[in-house]
């Protein structure tokens, strides 16, 4: 069983920076790949960032290549999400969620792909 809480969302000005965090209680973080999703009221759940198990690898949204920059810590079983140059449209909730990959480079964007889920946190940029 995995389990993920987020932190570090908040109100920021466009333009500004956040930094997400999702601390796991797991035994062995570096099983899991992880991602970044995120939603927005009455929209669909739409990926943002992946990471591999052990940090070698990752892939970003369209959306936020060259603003956003997820990394890993093994050591600590933590995720984050470094956000820059936020946008009235990076507002949304956004969670962390965990995929068994069996030490595999590869991690799915698919959220029906990933097996475990934080509650959360929710990111609002004002313009």
């Known amino acids: 069983q995995v389990q993920l809480v987020e932190s570090g969302g908040g109100l920021v000005q466009a333009g500004g920076s956040l930094r997400l965090s999702c601390a796991a209680s797991?035994?062995?973080?570096?099983?899991?790949?992880m991602g970044w999703f995120r939603q927005a009221p009455g929209k669909e759940r739409e990926f943002v960032a992946a990471?591999?198990?052990?940090?070698?690898?990752?892939w970003s949204a369209d959306s936020v290549k060259g603003r956003f920059t997820i990394s890993r810590d093994n050591a600590k079983s933590a995720l984050y999400l470094q956000m820059n140059s936020l946008k009235p449209e990076d507002t949304a909730v956004y969670y962390c969620?965990?995929?068994?990959?069996?030490?595999?480079?590869?991690?799915?964007?698919?959220?029906?792909?990933?097996?475990?889920w934080g509650q959360g946190t929710q990111v609002t940029v004002s313009s």
């Open positions: 969620a965990a995929v068994s990959t069996h030490y595999s480079d590869y991690v799915p964007y698919m959220p029906r792909s990933y097996d475990y």
């Open positions: 797991v035994r062995t973080f570096s099983f899991y790949g």
């Open positions: 990471v591999s198990w052990n940090g070698g690898r990752t």
